[in-house]
T-cell receptor
């Protein structure tokens, strides 16, 4: 399996532009998670899906952020309009089960480094 | 409000010595704890975990200790190797549909 795939790996954009981050989870995984990593706040959960349905989006910082999972093999995270404070590394992760155990851990993608100028 | 705290942003250890990474948590409902390891330009990868019914779990050079009364866990790496140089994240979860909560990470540098 190729693991969790994220694109693009790097994104540089100007303030006010729309940004779309993409994720392909591991096939067969029922859960998909979007995280944001910053120096100040570490690794924060933004939203997670179960069987393509958003379950908890309480971590989404503002209405400027939205995420969808139209099918089991794809999710996207959109920021519109983007702001400099959105600059961070965004990770997507997937897992078979929700409850984390030795065999059901979250598998992370390589991340997208977003820079908003 | 950080429920999982890693108070040391960085740690340097000589090759062959023991590395001890610490993690504190505030939520008494947490009953499962994990450590993830992250290399630059890669996503975090699962390293080792421990359930609250145990106080120690060992996997090769890696051992995690849990002190529930102190709400503290630690990761021991013995002996440390240069390839262990990475950022280590502590994470915790509670029963039920509550997601993992991560600490801010500790950057470990193992010096040859």
């Amino acid at each position: 399996d190729a693991g969790v795939i994220q694109s693009p790996r790097h994104e540089v954009t100007e303030m006010g532009q729309e940004v779309t981050l993409r994720c392909k989870p591991i096939s067969g995984h029922d859960y998909l998670f979007w995280y944001r990593q910053t120096m100040m706040r570490g690794l924060e959960l933004l939203i997670y899906f179960n069987n393509n349905v958003p379950i908890d989006d309480s971590g989404m910082p503002e209405d400027r952020f939205s995420a969808k999972m139209p099918n089991a093999s794809f999710s996207n995270l959109k920021i519109q309009p983007s702001e400099p404070r959105d600059s961070a590394v965004y990770f997507c992760a997937s897992s078979l089960e929700f409850r984390q155990g030795n065999s059901d851990t979250q598998y992370f993608g390589p991340g997208t480094r977003l820079t908003v100028l | 409000d950080q429920q999982v705290k890693q108070n040391s942003p960085s740690l340097s250890v000589q090759e062959g010595r023991i590395s001890i990474l610490n993690c504190d948590y505030t939520n008494s409902m947490f009953d499962y704890f994990l450590w993830y390891k992250k290399y630059p330009a890669e996503g975090p990868t699962f390293l080792i975990s421990i359930s609250s019914i145990k106080d120690k779990n060992e996997d090769g050079r890696f051992t995690v200790f849990l002190n529930k009364s102190a709400k503290h866990l630690s990761l021991h790496i013995v002996p440390s190797q240069p390839g262990d140089s990475a950022v280590y994240f502590c994470a915790a979860s509670a029963s039920g549909n509550t997601p993992l909560v991560f600490g801010k990470g500790t950057r470990l540098s193992v010096i040859a």
